[in-house]
């Protein structure tokens, strides 16, 4: 097999129906891969190369055929990706070497797991890995990095000889734990509960309702464009609080409704007849198993959320009660939290593990890293043990 490697600037250079058609043949495709996202990451200024990203998108052709490809971005930071290597990065500074530039193969500002590594087989997806360090290592970078990849991406650089680390994510999985049914109802959900969560999660929620807050919901072409505009509003505030500048721009969320609409659910609390706060998650699909299309299994991920007044936890409604209860309604088998938050337990999301792929060029600090690695991978066991342990359904 004779692949020829193909770098690429601009992600409108590659064919997007090539692109998609072998992103829906992977284990575990998610709507943050498909050309039409990662396109307009770049065309709305949000993932280029003066935000610190800068696309060299990897494409593999035998023939006319696209027989592998992925997300490839040099990186001058370590922001929006999740996969915190910032004392990596601290270590090579104080030994005068230089961390940055270095690679990533991700979605970028999207800590959603799923295939990164798209490739038509097995023998394509390893000779993807091998293009990745060979060009890596023609660059002169520090590193690369695979962050949030599948089984079949953990396995062919696990082959190739990168360094494994997992981290921790909280997902709500729509299975009631005593029969494996689908929840009936969020009534259904909560009969699941201990009783102690089962009493905050209703008191948290009466609380807004108390307030005088009731939330609507749209999906794809029925989210009006001054709903886009009143989210963003949320989005933007929510940032600027933390004392930082929005890494997504209005430009994006504008594609997102003009190319993706469908992928997308909007929940908009208002009170008295003003809008007050929004979320937004996407809607995807995912294999059951691999191989099985028709086994496909609606997936949601949270995304996006704020707000423009206070109301004593409204965050919890809106990012997790509303969506959960609207993906109970619709079948949706999985709603992903995001990156982070072990208060989601109390809201029945459980602990996952994630995981990331790393190459260092350096043989020394690659040691030192592999070590790091044991350590820490000990470490997410016990903690993944220890959260089962409080898990917050009834026994």
């Not at 593999?60 to 997300?71: D, F, N, R, V």
């Not at 409204?314 to 619709?330: G, K, M, S, T």
């Amino acid at each position: 097999m004779r692949l020829r490697s193909q770098f690429i600037t601009d992600p409108a250079d590659i064919n997007p129906a090539a692109w998609n058609a072998l992103l829906a043949t992977q284990a575990t495709p998610t709507p943050f891969m498909r050309h039409e996202y990662l396109a307009a990451l770049h065309t709305s200024g949000s993932a280029v190369a003066r935000t610190g990203w800068a696309p060299h998108f990897l494409l593999l052709h035998e023939g006319g055929e696209l027989a592998a490809a992925c997300p490839l971005y040099v990186k001058a930071h370590s922001y929006g990706e999740y996969v915190f290597d910032w004392a990596w990065a601290n270590a090579y500074a104080e030994h005068g070497l230089r961390y940055y530039p270095k690679a990533v193969v991700a979605v970028p500002f999207t800590p959603v797991p799923g295939s990164r590594l798209l490739a038509r087989d097995a023998a394509a997806r390893a000779a993807l890995v091998r293009a990745l360090i060979d060009w890596c290592g023609q660059k002169k970078l520090s590193s690369l990095h695979v962050l949030f990849g599948d089984a079949a991406d953990r396995a062919a650089c696990d082959d190739a000889g990168l360094m494994q680390r997992s981290q921790v994510q909280f997902h709500w999985q729509n299975r009631h734990p005593a029969t494996g049914s689908p929840f009936a109802s969020f009534d259904d959900l909560l009969a699941s509960l201990t009783q102690e969560k089962r009493k905050k999660i209703r008191q948290e929620r009466r609380k807004v309702m108390d307030a005088g807050v009731r939330f609507r919901w749209a999906r794809g072409a029925d989210i009006a464009a001054e709903d886009w505009a009143f989210f963003y509003r949320c989005y933007e505030r929510t940032y600027l609080e933390h004392g930082n500048a929005p890494y997504l721009t209005p430009a994006f969320f504008a594609a997102m409704a003009q190319h993706m609409a469908e992928d997308w659910v909007l929940f908009i609390a208002e009170r008295d007849g003003q809008s007050i706060a929004s979320s937004l998650i996407a809607v995807g699909a995912c294999p059951s198993s691999a191989g099985s299309p028709k086994g496909l299994n609606p997936v949601a991920y949270g995304r996006y959320w704020g707000a423009l007044e206070r109301v004593d936890c409204l965050h919890f409604e809106a990012c997790y009660y509303q969506p959960i209860d609207w993906c109970i309604q619709h079948g949706v088998a999985r709603f992903e939290g995001g990156a982070q938050g072990e208060h989601k337990m109390a809201r029945a999301l459980m602990p996952v593990a994630t995981a990331s792929s790393h190459w260092l060029a350096h043989p020394a600090f690659a040691d030192a890293v592999e070590r790091f690695l044991a350590r820490e991978s000990q470490g997410i066991e016990g903690y993944l043990a220890h959260l089962d342990e409080r898990s917050p359904f009834r026994h």
